[in-house]
C-alpha cells in the first residue's frame, strides 16, 4: 500500500471525526462515519485494514482464482448494506471473518456445481496441498468456537495483533484476553484431536499466524472492492459478487427469522402451560 495514500485518507478521517492527530481511528468510529453519512474514506480504511484477513480465508477456501477475488468482493458488500446495524463498540475482525467464510463456502458450492468440463482451479500458490487441508480444518473449528474465544483468537492471530492490541479492542482486561486465548488454542486441540489430527497448542497457533504478517491483497483488488461497494444501486447486475453477496444476506436474514421463531414458539409454550 502505499504510505503516502494513506497518511492522507487518515489525515482527512481525522478532521472529519474530528480526533487528534496521531490518535488511532477504530472500527466503531469508522462504521459510524460511513453508515451515518457514507464517507468513501472511512470505507476504504476499513477494506484496507482488514482485507488481508479477508483475502487469506478467501485464498484458503477457493484458492488463488477469481473465485476468491468475487469472494472478497462479495464480503465487503456484505458489510455495506450491515455496516448501520453492527455494534460498534468492537472490533470488526471477528465479524468480517465469520462473514468471509460464509461467503467463500457458498462460493465454493457455487463453482462445484458448475460443468466438469470447466478446469480445475489453481491451489494458492507456494502452499503445500496437505498443509492447505490441515490449515482448512483448523479454519473450520476455529469458526465453532464459542464468540468469546473465537474473537480473540482471530484478532491475535489472523490479523497480528498483540494482547495488549486486542485486549484495548475488545475492551476486556488484559488477564481475561489472555485466559480466553490459551482457552481457545486448547479447545482447538481437543477438538482436532478427536478428528484425529495430534497437534500442540504452538504448532495450532504457528498455524493460525503464519499468513498474517506477509497477507498483501492485490492493490487493483482494494481499488475495485471500494469502487464497487460505493456504487450502491449503480451496480452492474453482472457482477459476480452481487449473487454472493446476496445469497448470504438472505441466509443471514433467514438465521434471524428461525431463531426469533423458536423465541416466541418457547415463549408461546411457558405461556400456555400444558396446553400447549
Avoid at 459510524?32 to 470505507?43: G, K
Avoid at 457458498?106 to 489453481?122: I, M, N, S
Avoid at 452481487?242 to 416466541?264: H, N, P, Q, T
Wanted: net charge positive.
Amino acid at each position: 500500500m502505499d504510505n503516502r495514500h494513506l497518511e492522507s485518507v487518515l489525515r482527512l478521517l481525522r478532521q472529519r471525526i474530528g480526533v487528534p492527530a496521531g490518535a488511532a481511528l477504530g472500527d466503531g468510529q469508522l462504521l459510524e462515519r460511513f453508515a451515518d453519512h457514507r464517507d468513501e474514506a472511512a470505507f476504504e480504511l476499513l477494506v484496507r485494514r482488514h482485507g488481508p484477513l479477508v483475502w487469506n480465508v478467501c485464498r484458503r477456501l477457493l484458492g488463488n482464482a477469481p473465485d476468491a477475488d468475487d469472494a472478497f468482493q462479495a464480503v465487503f458488500l456484505v458489510l455495506v448494506r450491515k455496516a448501520g446495524a453492527l455494534d460498534r463498540r468492537g472490533p470488526l475482525a471477528p465479524w468480517l471473518y465469520t462473514i468471509a467464510r460464509r461467503v467463500a463456502l457458498r462460493a465454493r458450492e457455487r463453482r462445484d456445481r458448475r460443468p466438469a468440463t470447466v478446469a480445475a482451479e489453481p491451489s494458492v500458490a507456494g502452499v503445500d496441498p496437505a498443509l492447505a487441508d490441515l490449515r482448512a480444518v483448523i479454519d473450520e473449528e476455529l469458526s465453532r468456537l464459542p464468540e468469546k474465544y473465537r474473537a480473540p483468537a482471530v484478532l491475535c492471530y489472523l490479523e497480528g495483533k498483540t494482547h495488549e492490541e486486542a485486549a484495548a479492542e475488545l475492551r476486556w482486561p488484559l488477564g481475561t484476553l489472555k485466559g480466553r486465548v490459551s482457552k481457545a488454542r486448547e479447545q482447538l486441540r481437543a477438538r482436532l484431536t478427536r478428528r484425529g489430527l495430534a497437534l500442540s497448542t504452538p504448532a495450532i497457533a504457528a498455524l493460525l499466524s503464519q499468513e498474517a504478517a506477509r497477507a498483501t491483497v492485490p492493490a487493483r483488488l482494494i481499488e475495485s472492492t471500494v469502487h464497487y461497494s460505493l456504487m450502491g444501486s449503480n451496480l452492474p447486475g453482472t457482477l459476480p459478487a452481487i449473487a454472493l453477496a446476496e445469497g448470504v444476506i438472505r441466509a443471514m436474514s433467514y438465521s434471524k427469522f428461525k431463531i426469533v421463531a423458536a423465541a416466541a414458539f418457547v415463549l408461546t409454550a411457558i405461556g400456555g402451560g400444558t396446553s400447549v
